[in-house]
């Protein structure tokens, strides 16, 4: 009883004051966004496998930020280096696969190219081989069709075929040599498709490039491919540290995959919007009464 007779003369001096207030006013006082303060982050653990320096991936993550707030009337994060959001470079396995691809990739298209100038020399001199052993064979066949040759020309006969035994020899050895160099080349890419079969699998288990830890105020990054996807994976971990869902514009930042984009698009803004707008003050107190009433 002594419960509802406080509540009733609390609620009867909130409305008295609050009818002593301008309506302009009593909407400022009632009313809150999420947007009202910026978001101070910082940035803890930078990875040295990345190859990438405290200061570039903070570069990094400040230009990620301004995306948001270059879009609001208000910042809507700030660094602060004692600030609440945490913002990491996590090296992990998926990275470790990246480079081994590109490493992979650089091995066979190096072998490739080095493969290519031999064996088009390979193709012409057995082609020239092929021409000189079908023209001894046609002087040969002439001198047997004539009795027989004369002492000078069947020395002649036999000089060439002895070179030709020998750029047989040397074309037999650079067979063998692109063989080996052929086979080195098919290593190579059976590794990469070895390790990009393990890449796939490491993906489907966590495939996103960084996320956004709500329960722990953190985001983590995976991933530095190049400097504009490594832009947007921190715009579009931001937008989640502001609430913001996925969406399904391929140009988005919130889209559900990773892209290079680092422009909002209308469905990031309306996004934005919608998160950043005045609410009452009462609508959470509202959605507890009617969640008791249910």
Known sequence: MKIVVALTLFLTAFFVWAISYP???LANVFSYSWCDKPIRYRVDTVDPKFNLSREEFLSSTNQAAQIWNTNYEKSLFLYDHEGDLSINLIYDGRQFLT???NQLENNVQSEKQTLKPK???YQKLSAEFKTKIDALN???GYWNNQGGAPPEEYQKLVDQQQ?????ASSLNTMADDLNLSTDQYNLEVSKLNQTISSFNETLEERPEEGIFKS???RIEIYFNINKNELVHTLAHE???ALALPHNNNSKAIMYYKTNQNTTL???DIEALKEACKERSIFEPLQAYILGVID
Do not use: D, W, Y
Not at 163 to 167: G, T, V
């Open 23 to 25: 309506p302009a006013l």
């Open 99 to 101: 480079n081994q691809i």
């Open 119 to 121: 064996i088009s020399e």
């Open 138 to 140: 046609n002087q040969i």
């Open 163 to 167: 070179k030709l035994r020998q750029e």
């Open 215 to 217: 329960p722990e105020n």
């Open 238 to 240: 931001l937008g989640h």
């Open 265 to 267: 698009s209308t469905e």
